[in-house]
């Protein structure tokens, strides 16, 4: 199909802008930032897993100094109860005097292992905390960047959503002055995953690669370069490079 010098110019701006209009298609479908975000939602996972590990820790050593706690309240009520019993010595023989006198060292003594199992239980606790601390730290920070790249991508998609809105007005002006045969088959290739149209640089179709007979192309070479043509592999519309 021939077409006259302006509606070439039109066609190679249409050509521009599909080809840009792919460009912003990709970007929006395939979001640079997807594997930075894909990447947070695995870390946050990872680090919501380690959380409750880590809380699982803390209320275990918890349960411990509560159970220290426990026994030597326990162990503090015998001795004071034995102490009374010791002072009032009430129908108690000398031999019952030494045995609550004993009674009360075990109960001290017992006391004093289980203040140093406490110790070393709230030890471990402060260490637990600080580890349960530094976790959710992290989860807060990987969970604020997951946000702000959320919003990042989200904004992008509005703004190339924009663009493809004004890239595809301004296809549809130039589609408007040329042929409509010329636009059907432009749209056909497209539909079919095509470019549309493609200059020619040499005997090769430049949409889909298929080689252009040696005849053909000699032929081409000797008509109008407005004159256009339909690739016998692809259906694009070609046309020959000024």
Same mark, same amino acid.
């Given at each position: 199909?021939?077409?006259?010098?302006? =509606?070439? %110019?039109?066609?190679?701006?249409?050509?521009e802008?599909?080809?840009?209009?792919?460009?912003?298609?990709?970007?929006?479908d &395939?979001?640079? =930032? /997807?594997?930075?975000? !894909?990447?947070?939602?695995?870390?946050?996972?990872?680090?919501?897993?380690?959380?409750?590990?880590?809380?699982e820790v803390?209320? !275990?050593?918890r349960? *411990?100094?509560?159970?220290? /706690?426990?026994?030597?309240?326990?162990? &503090?009520?015998?001795i004071?109860?034995? %102490?009374?019993?010791?002072?009032?010595?009430?129908? $108690?023989?000398?031999?019952?005097?030494?045995?609550? +006198?004993?009674?009360?060292?075990?109960?001290?003594e017992?006391?004093?292992? $289980?203040?140093?199992a406490?110790?070393?239980?709230?030890?471990?606790?402060?260490?637990?905390?600080?580890?349960?601390?530094?976790?959710?730290?992290?989860?807060?920070?990987?969970?604020?960047?997951?946000?702000?790249? =959320?919003?990042?991508?989200?904004?992008?998609?509005?703004?190339?959503?924009?663009?493809?809105?004004?890239?595809?007005?301004?296809?549809?002006?130039?589609?408007?002055? $040329?042929?409509? %045969?010329?636009?059907? +088959?432009?749209?056909?290739?497209?539909? /079919?995953?095509?470019?549309?149209?493609?200059? $020619?640089?040499?005997?090769?179709? #430049?949409?889909c690669?298929?080689?252009?007979?040696?005849?053909?192309?000699k032929?081409?070479?000797?008509?109008?370069?407005? #004159?256009?043509? *339909?690739? *016998?592999?692809?259906? /694009?519309?070609?046309?020959?490079?000024?």
């Amino acid at each position: 199909m021939l077409i006259t010098a302006e =509606q070439r %110019t039109e066609l190679e701006s249409l050509i521009e802008l599909a080809s840009h209009g792919r460009a912003l298609r990709h970007e929006h479908d &395939n979001p640079a =930032q /997807a594997s930075a975000l !894909k990447d947070l939602v695995s870390q946050h996972k990872e680090l919501e897993t380690k959380k409750t590990e880590a809380a699982e820790v803390v209320e !275990k050593f918890r349960a *411990e100094v509560a159970e220290h /706690a426990a026994a030597i309240e326990a162990q &503090n009520a015998q001795i004071a109860k034995k %102490t009374v019993e010791l002072n009032d010595g009430t129908g $108690l023989t000398s031999r019952d005097l030494v045995n609550l +006198q004993n009674e009360i060292a075990g109960h001290e003594e017992r006391v004093s292992e $289980l203040e140093e199992a406490e110790l070393g239980s709230m030890e471990e606790l402060e260490s637990a905390e600080t580890a349960l601390s530094d976790v959710e730290s992290s989860l807060a920070e990987v969970i604020a960047s997951g946000r702000a790249t =959320q919003t990042a991508i989200k904004d992008r998609k509005a703004e190339l959503a924009a663009q493809l809105e004004a890239n595809s007005a301004s296809a549809q002006k130039l589609k408007a002055d $040329l042929p409509e %045969t010329l636009v059907r +088959q432009f749209d056909r290739n497209v539909a /079919a995953g095509g470019p549309g149209a493609a200059i $020619l640089n040499g005997p090769n179709c #430049q949409a889909c690669g298929q080689e252009i007979s040696g005849m053909a192309w000699k032929g081409m070479l000797l008509e109008d370069p407005n #004159q256009t043509y *339909e690739c *016998e592999e692809c259906e /694009a519309v070609l046309l020959r490079k000024g």
